[in-house]
């Protein structure tokens, strides 16, 4: 009889769980919309305060914008994995929210885990499949978790440590990039004390995932971040071009000049490494101004466009930049303070608003812009223009954040 009454424990405790869980889960779930293919393109954006906002799907009716809201969120975080799956991540404070993977094509989401550290790392479609990272930098530890885009299932694939890697984990974390082929890691490791300063000097790294091997690409990558940084210190860009080569940026430290200004602008040197011979090429340099973290440069997973900086598409074979939102774009006559919003030569818009944020869609046929019509308000008018229709159409307004995130098409 013992046993009997030891395994009913077991089932109730069992049950007692799942039902907490399950009651945990309900009060965060979320509301995925089917986006079918006669509903794109169709754009998902946020609206709302600076305290709560709401991710929304908007699909377009003949002249209208009909908008469904998915969740509710503190500040919610979305990233685009594929044309329709989205990873989110809805913030309820700085420490505490959910992490949710949502398939609009087929109007199914999956909860994947109570937190505000996961991200990212690699989207790759065509495989399906794609690598968030949670990393814990407090604890020493990441962990490498692959998500099926095919079902929204997870997975961990590597978890590492301090203990496991040695010295050779200083530099480990979000900012790494991972291979298209999953394979390995690059990433920047700091030279010297720690003290924060305008001008660093970084070590580009590889790790073999397979074997835990570390090898060193470059030893003195330079990076300088702009004098109105409150970061302390940047780091180098870097992104994989194909399963080999990694393209990064590093610097030509500006000489003190004679009426000691500070530096708004500095000389890049962009340059390729193969991860296997460890030969270095330049590719180009160009001068750009200073940022306060040193820069970025992002593969777009739905395209393949290398972007640089948010600003710039960099282009590999005919080692040139061109605007990242062509054909559309944002022209402003300072003296008049007058701005305009254009597709090719056609304006979309024309007067004294302000062009606060822009979404171009990866075919370059759609375009999203948000609008601060008056300049003492925060309150914002989020547009779209859809390929085959004459006229923008309004998707939505709030009191101060009104934005784009990423296009359905």
Same mark, same amino acid.
């Given at each position: ?19 907490? $869980?399950? %009651?945990?889960?309900?009060?965060? =779930?979320? !509301? *995925? ?8 393109? /169709?754009? &998902? ?63 199914? $989401?999956? %909860?994947?885990?109570?937190?505000? =550290?996961? !991200? *990212? ?8 499949? /794609?690598? &968030? ?71 580009? =790294? ?204």
């Amino acid at each position: 009889m013992k046993p009997i009454i030891k395994d009913l424990k077991q089932i109730a405790g069992f049950l007692l769980v799942t039902i907490v $869980a399950s %009651s945990v889960f309900a009060q965060d =779930r979320l !509301h *995925c919309p089917k986006i079918r293919n006669s509903q794109r393109p /169709a754009l &998902l954006f946020v609206e709302g305060s600076v305290d709560k906002q709401d991710l929304c799907v908007a699909y377009f009716d003949g002249q209208t914008a009909q908008n469904e809201k998915i969740v509710s969120a503190k500040h919610p975080l979305v990233t685009q994995l594929d044309n329709a799956v989205f990873l989110v991540c809805a913030k309820r404070s700085s420490t505490k929210g959910r992490v949710y993977a949502i398939d609009l094509r087929r109007g199914i $989401a999956n %909860s994947l885990a109570e937190s505000t =550290r996961i !991200h *990212c790392l690699r989207s790759e479609p065509r495989m399906k499949k /794609a690598m &968030l990272v949670d990393a814990n930098m407090g604890i020493g530890k990441v962990r490498l978790i692959e998500l099926n885009l095919a079902n929204l299932k997870v997975t961990l694939r590597h978890t590492l440590t301090k203990q496991l890697l040695g010295d050779g984990f200083d530099g480990i974390g979000p900012r790494m990039k991972l291979s298209p082929d999953f394979r390995h890691i690059v990433y920047a490791s700091r030279k010297g004390d720690g003290i924060p300063e305008l001008w660093s000097e970084y070590i580009l =790294r590889v790790l073999d995932l397979s074997t835990m091997k570390i090898e060193n690409l470059d030893t003195n990558v330079g990076v300088q971040i702009s004098a109105f940084s409150s970061i302390g210190r940047g780091r180098p860009p870097f992104e994989w071009v194909n399963n080999n080569k990694v393209i990064y940026q590093d610097m030509v430290p500006n000489e003190p000049n004679e009426i000691s200004r500070p530096p708004s602008q500095a000389l890049n040197v962009f340059k390729i490494v193969d991860v296997e011979t460890k030969k270095i090429s330049e590719l180009l340099r160009r001068e750009f101004p200073l940022t306060l973290d040193g820069g970025s440069l992002i593969a777009n997973p739905l395209n393949g466009q290398l972007i640089y900086n948010n600003k710039w598409i960099l282009d590999q074979r005919k080692k040139t930049f061109k605007p990242k939102d062509l054909p559309f774009s944002i022209v402003t006559n300072r003296p008049t303070k007058q701005m305009q919003v254009l597709s090719g030569r056609d304006v979309l818009y024309s007067g004294s608003a302000r062009c606060v944020d822009c979404c171009v869609s990866p075919s370059g046929k759609n375009f999203a812009y948000s609008l601060r019509p008056k300049s003492r308000s925060l309150a914002e008018e989020l547009y779209a223009k859809i390929q085959g229709l004459p006229e923008p159409i309004k998707v939505a307004e709030g009191p101060s954040w009104t934005r784009a995130i990423g296009w359905i098409e």
